[in-house]
């Protein structure tokens, strides 16, 4: 078919020549005093666009297309071996699919599950969806080596420890691994200690002490035996961050990284062994003769993230099972679980050692435990382990508890304005029919009616929670904008939008669209069309505040039109105005352009690199766009009629 045709054509160009300098908006100022500039894992290992092209065939193209319609019913395994075929013919790796020209030919959402297709490999992506995504863990081996090339190693680990400027807490951890305690499990649990080795996914978010930590330091704790974990990668590492940008596209959720780095040999204990009765599991640990240093493990972590664990260099094992507390399905917290309640670890799920190029799915709330003692290659602790953990956070701005908690308190008190039932005191007695002691009693008539009558109330507010719904999703999405990272540019996006054309104008003719879908989203909030983005976004979370820019509600049609134009263009002077005139529709084009998002795509406006253009008079309209001032750490105005959460001042340390 014809989508077919494009995918296929536009696998079959070649990828953008890397880009070795971020843009003056895309730097934090964190990076911005950086001695060094960022780092690629690919930066020693370049490859030619016109030997990049000559790799990619139109057949290779033609196969690739078809992973992004496979369904997966009858006969599965089949297909699951057409899928790694499509891969060996077509040697794609991470970053050049991350790579890859975004455009009318493969959209963001195709080069998003192309890209998880490449890390689930030989599983297809829907069929993940529909088998393990929350639901089970999944294992994919392969004997390749170099599967995972480009994306980061422990050269380039060493490269950032060494130049970058880094704090214990916030950028780096340290873990012992033979050290995990409960945290976070149910008050009937004896234990309830500190979990200084319990999980920290997520951690970018977490009050952390600004303690600068140095290299010397770093490689001392490993040295020691500790796993070193770099937090927040993809604010150093450019091929990391590309492939979260673009996964963001997939998950439609704010993603973050950690790079962990397990050394050869752990540290050895004389910790006195777990407490355990005769034949338990923790009785099976302390006495495993595989585990060559007897540590002290008393419970095993678990994320409230779904993760995906990419082995690059070394071995590890993995041991991980469903959460055996059902109320921590799906956690909303990490923790950890004490291994005396889990009398199924001697046996569970997926017990397995990854190599470079495996990759493992851990769904939120899995408990599971990882070492690398006595697998590797000769000598059991010759080698080093380094994986690259992609986590989800849909704990943030993308699951129903979440949508529920910006709609229903507003729900809530929109309904007590306009009922007046609502406001009206309670029934005279009503302690007397409701509670705990009036539960027990049988054939209370009056305690049914109250209940009726609570009821009907508790539908009042829903029905005004539906009344509400759009906008409390439009308080969500402006949630993921301030969480999500920067988009990474190409030469040629960069030449043809406001970051490398910043004083390009806009004519009537002039064709625009999206870098990219869903970077921009436009809301009401007091009698005005707000258009929030994360064009200046930092790579660290919530590095900067939001920059929204301010219209008129007559400038909205021409608005929405230009934020949906992806992958077609739309040309300036067919956007929808209710005045119908061109100025204004030049305005509202011109203001939204100089943020940075849309891409000038037609040949005759694409601007030149000569000296800016003089503006012409007269064609400033009333969409021209009046920036509003900073508000609030994230950009958020106290006005808007449904909550936003903010984060603390002190999430930026610098």
């Known amino acids: 078919n014809s989508a077919n045709t494009h995918y296929a054509r536009a696998?079959?160009?070649?990828?953008?020549?890397?880009?070795?300098?971020?843009?003056?908006?895309?730097?934090?100022?964190?990076?911005?005093?950086?001695?060094?500039?960022?780092?690629?894992?690919?930066?020693?290992?370049?490859?030619?666009e016109d030997e990049f092209g000559e790799r990619v065939t139109e057949a290779g193209s033609n196969m690739v297309s078809s992973i992004l319609e496979t369904e997966l019913e009858d006969g599965v395994e089949e297909q699951l071996r057409d899928i790694t075929a499509i891969f060996d013919a077509v040697q794609l790796s991470l970053l050049d699919i991350a790579n890859?020209?975004?455009?009318?030919?493969?959209?963001?959402?195709?080069?998003?599950?192309?890209l998880l297709s490449k890390i689930l490999n030989p599983v297809d992506a829907q069929f993940f969806y529909k088998s393990y995504w929350e639901k089970n863990a999944l294992h994919c081996p392969r004997e390749d080596e170099q599967y995972f090339k480009k994306v980061t190693s422990r050269k380039l680990l060493e490269r950032v420890f060494n130049k970058q400027l880094l704090f214990e807490g916030l950028n780096v951890s340290f873990i012992d691994p033979l050290?995990?305690?409960?945290?976070?499990?149910?008050?009937?649990?004896?234990?309830?200690?500190?979990?200084?080795?319990a999980s920290d996914a997520g951690s970018e978010t977490e009050e952390a002490p600004a303690r600068e930590v140095r290299s010397s330091e770093i490689w001392e704790n490993y040295k020691n035996g500790l796993t070193v974990k770099l937090l927040t990668p993809q604010i150093y590492i450019d091929s990391i961050w590309k492939i979260l940008s673009v996964l963001e596209h997939e998950f439609q959720s704010r993603?973050?990284?950690?790079?962990?780095?397990?050394?050869?040999?752990?540290?050895?204990?004389?910790?006195?062994?777990?407490?355990?009765r005769p034949g338990s599991v923790a009785e099976k640990l302390n006495n495993d003769d595989n585990n060559k240093v007897k540590a002290h493990v008393s419970a095993v972590p678990y994320d409230n993230v779904n993760a995906f664990v990419l082995q690059l260099e070394g071995q590890s094992r993995w041991r991980l099972m469903p959460n055996p507390h059902a109320q921590l399905n799906l956690a909303t917290d990490g923790g950890a679980v004490a291994l005396k309640d889990i009398d199924e670890w001697s046996k569970p799920t997926i017990d397995?050692?990854?190599?470079?190029?495996?990759?493992?799915?851990i769904p939120k709330g899995w408990v599971y435990q990882q070492d690398n003692h006595g697998i590797s290659s000769g000598d059991p602790a010759t080698e080093h382990s380094l994986h690259l953990k992609l986590c989800c956070t849909h704990g943030t701005t993308g699951t129903t508890g979440d949508l529920l908690h910006l709609l229903v308190p507003e729900a809530l008190g929109e309904a007590v304005q306009a009922n007046v039932q609502l406001r009206s005191a309670l029934p005279k007695g009503y302690h007397l029919h409701l509670g705990l002691a009036a539960s027990e009693v049988e054939g209370d008539t009056k305690r049914a009616r109250l209940q009726k009558h609570i009821a009907e109330l508790?539908?009042?507010?829903?029905?005004?929670?539906?009344?509400?719904?759009?906008?409390?999703?439009?308080?969500?999405?402006?949630?993921?904008?301030?969480?999500?990272?920067?988009?990474?540019l190409s030469a040629r996006e960069e030449a043809c939008c406001a970051a490398g054309a910043p004083h390009a104008v806009i004519y009537p003719y002039t064709a625009l669209r999206m870098l990219r879908p869903g970077i921009a989203t436009a809301v009401v909030e007091a009698g005005k069309v707000v258009v929030y983005h994360c064009m200046d976004n930092s790579r660290e979370l919530y590095g900067t505040a939001l920059s929204p820019v301010e219209f008129e509600l007559d400038d909205g049609p021409a608005i929405e039109a230009l934020l949906a134009a992806y992958p077609d263009s739309i040309t300036v002077s067919d956007l929808e105005h209710p005045s119908e005139e061109l100025d204004d529709k030049i305005g509202v084009a011109q203001a939204l352009f100089k943020e940075g998002f849309l891409l000038i795509t037609d040949e005759v406006s694409k601007p030149s690199h000569g000296p800016p253009p003089k503006k012409k008079p007269g064609v400033r309209g009333s969409g021209d766009g009046e920036k509003l001032k900073k508000k609030n750490s994230n950009g958020v105005d106290g006005k808007k009629k449904l909550r936003v959460q903010e984060p603390d001042d002190d999430d930026d340390p610098f």
């Open 11 to 48: 696998m079959s160009r070649a990828v953008q020549r890397k880009r070795k300098r971020l843009s003056k908006r895309q730097m934090t100022s964190l990076e911005k005093n950086s001695d060094v500039p960022h780092m690629d894992a690919g930066d020693d290992e370049d490859e030619d």
């Open 100 to 114: 890859l020209k975004d455009g009318d030919d493969l959209t963001s959402t195709e080069k998003a599950t192309l």
């Open 458 to 488: 508790l539908k009042v507010v829903a029905d005004k929670a539906l009344e509400i719904l759009d906008p409390a999703v439009d308080q969500l999405q402006k949630q993921f904008i301030a969480a999500r990272l920067p988009v990474p």
């Open 179 to 197: 050290k995990v305690s409960v945290s976070n499990v149910p008050a009937s649990d004896e234990e309830n200690v500190d979990n200084d080795g």
């Open 352 to 361: 397995t050692v990854l190599s470079p190029g495996d990759s493992l799915y």
């Open 255 to 276: 993603l973050s990284a950690e790079v962990v780095l397990v050394p050869p040999t752990q540290r050895q204990t004389k910790s006195a062994p777990v407490q355990a």
